[in-house]
């Protein structure tokens, strides 16, 4: 693994997007900790703050109460510089989130193949979206289908995800990154 210390102190917010099983929150928990940037994971925060699960959430208000909350929350909380954010896969379905998305920070698609993230995906019991699901990659194939545009629209780099591990997708964000701060 590439071993980078970020002197200068990073002051923009980093977003990761993609998928369920795409490794938003593992990815994101150490590359918060390689930049010193404060962490969020928007699902974790979302179960803090209303002291539910989100499968509760979703069970008991339903999914459109449960975008408006991660709107709500979302849209607040990036507002803020210095943050990474390990965001839930739906984030991309709200227009004001595409757009803080665009705007307020740097967006990495961690990217991969319904194929692959049926692969990965063990326990669809956290999984709202997931749980009653005969086939579970076809229906991965078809809510990929609904985002994958708004994936790539809010997207400033794409990872390819499917030949990866997630020590060398933390990586090359880590190379881009450095390639960035060089630039500038
Ligand atoms: C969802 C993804 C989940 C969570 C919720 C809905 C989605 O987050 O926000 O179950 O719509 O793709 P992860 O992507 O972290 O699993």
Not at 41 to 70: C, L, P
Not at 131 to 159: F, G, M, P
Request: hydrophobic share 40%; charged share 30%; proline share 3%.
């Amino acid at each position: 693994m590439t071993n980078l210390t970020y002197k200068i102190p990073i002051t923009i917010n980093i977003f990761l997007i993609g998928m369920m099983g795409s490794w938003k929150s593992t990815v994101g928990r150490k590359l918060a900790d390689a930049l010193n940037l404060e962490f969020i994971d928007t699902d974790d925060a979302i179960e803090e703050v209303t002291e539910m699960k989100v499968v509760d959430i979703f069970r008991e208000f339903g999914e459109e109460k449960f975008r408006e909350m991660e709107t709500a929350f979302f849209v607040e909380k990036a507002k803020k510089f210095g943050q990474l954010f390990s965001t839930g896969g739906g984030i991309v379905l709200s227009a004001e989130n595409r757009n803080v998305l665009q705007k307020n920070g740097i967006t990495f698609l961690l990217d991969a193949s319904p194929q692959t993230l049926a692969n990965r995906i063990h326990n669809t019991t956290k999984r709202p979206l997931l749980t009653d699901s005969d086939n579970l990659e076809d229906r991965l194939q078809k809510i990929w289908d609904e985002r994958h545009q708004y994936y790539l629209e809010c997207a400033r780099h794409v990872i390819s995800t499917d030949e990866m591990e997630p020590p060398q997708v933390l990586d090359e964000i880590l190379k881009i990154l450095e390639v960035a701060n060089a630039d500038h």
